[in-house]
């Protein structure tokens, strides 16, 4: 059974610091590209960063680039979010989730397939 | 950066009824769209890939369509466990952007 477990969530004042966790089991967790997933309170989502198999392909969206960096351990089947420089508009539910390639029709298509419980950041003074 | 707007943002139906949410791209995504299913409290749940694909599991009352820009969630007959908020999102280029989401509540 594939399951994710976010960590590191918590309450840090406005420019501080956090990293999260995934705890990645049931797959291997090396054949997959990652993502972190954000979901501000009342909020719909927002995808955030993706990382490749061994690392050497990272993607933000704009509004976290210089300031968050997506990282994972292969051997130990986990992935990171080191989130700098936090802003009150960076609080959020954190997901972690598998992302997954679908060919069909010739093409291949990415989708979320599975989702951790996510761990909440709350960033206030 | 392409944006996703579903419509209506919300709706209130009968257990039964057929539902439709729709989703458009602000740019041609071909059919790199996806819906994902989420209740209160809960990690989004993954429906349908390439718009119109039923993941596993997923019951076959859910269907999807559309290519382009224009892409249709329908529930043909609504169920209790149902009631949720749906997402779509496109792929098909980065970043990755999801649609403000509909929520399906009970009328």
């Known amino acids: 059974e594939v399951q994710l477990v976010e960590s590191g969530g918590g309450l840090v004042q406005p420019g501080g610091s956090l990293r999260l966790s995934c705890a990645a089991s049931?797959?291997?967790?090396?054949?997959?590209?990652m993502s972190w997933v954000r979901q501000a309170p009342g909020k719909g989502l927002e995808w955030v960063a993706n990382?490749?198999?061994?690392?050497?392909?990272?993607y933000y969206v704009d509004s976290v680039k210089g300031r968050f960096t997506i990282s994972r351990d292969n051997a130990k089947n986990s992935l990171y979010l080191q989130m700098n420089s936090l802003r009150a508009e960076d609080a959020a539910v954190y997901y972690c989730a598998r992302c997954e390639i679908y060919y069909y029709d010739s093409s291949g298509y990415w989708g979320f397939d599975y989702w951790g419980q996510g761990t909440l950041v709350t960033v206030s003074s | 950066d392409i944006q996703m707007t579903q419509s209506p943002s919300s709706l209130s139906a009968s257990v039964g009824d057929r539902v439709t949410i729709t989703c458009r791209a602000s740019q041609y995504i071909s059919t790199n769209l996806n819906w994902y299913q989420q209740k209160p409290g809960k990690a989004p749940k993954f429906l349908i890939y390439a718009a119109s694909s039923l993941q596993s599991g997923v019951p076959s009352r859910f269907s999807g369509s559309g290519s382009g820009t224009d892409f249709t969630l329908t529930i043909s007959s609504l169920q209790p466990e149902d009631f949720a908020t749906y997402y779509c999102?496109?792929?098909?280029?980065?970043?990755?952007?999801f649609g403000q989401g509909t929520k399906v509540e009970i009328k």
């Open positions: 999102q496109q792929s098909y280029s980065t970043p990755w952007t």
């Open positions: 990382i490749k198999q061994g690392g050497s392909e990272k």
């Open positions: 049931g797959f291997t967790f090396s054949s997959y590209w």
